[in-house]
């Protein structure tokens, strides 16, 4: 009977060796996956809860006024600090094993200027869009821009990365997790804003581009490699090119 107890326990993560409790593969992928929804729910589920509850008011970020853009900009910022705290109690992962085959196609030094190029063109081309105006509409959606770019970019490349000793495990699932939290942007927006949207189409759609913008990231990651780099083109073409023509 004794023999009975510790497997059952085992499998549900109650029993003790040396004093430590051991998880089960079950209860640590729930946490993991708490963790993102958790966090998710800050990222996207804060404004849409507002225009349902305190009728805040509908529109793209960069023409929420105040001091309802506050809201609209803290919740992703708050999300991105809270996925930078996790990481300061998160071991780091090693991706050197999905980067060096790609790398090493390239010429010595390509990627380099490559990652210089991508980094300093987003820094001239919001130049270039608050030179063009209207100031006040570019620096919201550029800061808008900055806070979801880094919350998506830390949530699921960073803390749930680095939720998995696994690189392939923990990198597949950042993608998977990626389009998910796009779609349910999406869907939330649709379902309690004024929008008379399918949200299961919305959902479906934003999971989508969400999808095709995580894939992207996780190339770029691996070259020419980096989180800036993966960044700073997502926030070029969804804020910089797509948000300021849409």
């Given amino acids: 009977m004794a023999t ?22 079950r209860r640590a992928q ?37 001091p309802w853009y506050l809201a609209r900009v803290g919740a992703p ?20 094993a999905f980067r060096q085959p790609v790398m090493t196609t390239g010429r010595p030094g ?31 959606l550029i800061l808008f821009g900055i806070a979801d770019v880094l919350a998506f970019q830390l949530i699921h490349f960073e803390v749930v990365r680095r939720s998995y000793r696994d690189p392939a495990q923990g990198i597949g699932l950042a993608v998977l997790l990626f389009a998910c939290s796009w779609g349910l942007r999406d869907l939330l927006l649709t379902a309690l804003g004024p ?3 399918s949200p299961t189409l919305a959902f479906l759609s934003g999971a989508l581009i969400g999808g095709v913008v995580a894939i992207v990231s996780r190339v770029l990651r691996t070259w020419p490699g ?21």
Avoid: C
Avoid at 232 to 239: D, P
């Fill in 195 to 197: 929008s008379q949207a």
């Fill in 30 to 66: 729930a946490r993991r996956i708490y963790r993102w929804f958790n966090l998710t729910l800050i990222h996207q589920g804060i404004w849409p809860l507002l225009l349902l509850l305190a009728s805040a008011p509908d529109g793209k970020p960069q023409e929420i006024p105040m």
């Fill in 4 to 25: 009975g107890r510790d497997e059952t326990t085992t499998k549900t993560g109650t029993t003790t060796v040396g004093g430590q409790l051991v998880v089960s593969d």
């Fill in 110 to 140: 390509l990627a380099a200027q490559v990652k210089v190029g991508l980094l300093v063109l987003p820094v001239l081309l919001a130049g270039a869009r608050l030179a063009e105006g209207p100031a006040d509409v570019a620096v919201k």
């Fill in 77 to 96: 910022a708050a999300a991105a600090l809270m996925a930078f705290l996790y990481l300061r109690h998160q071991p780091a992962v090693d991706e050197d």
């Fill in 226 to 246: 980096g989180f800036w780099v993966a960044a700073a083109v997502q926030f070029t073409v969804i804020y910089l090119i797509i948000g300021f023509v849409d």
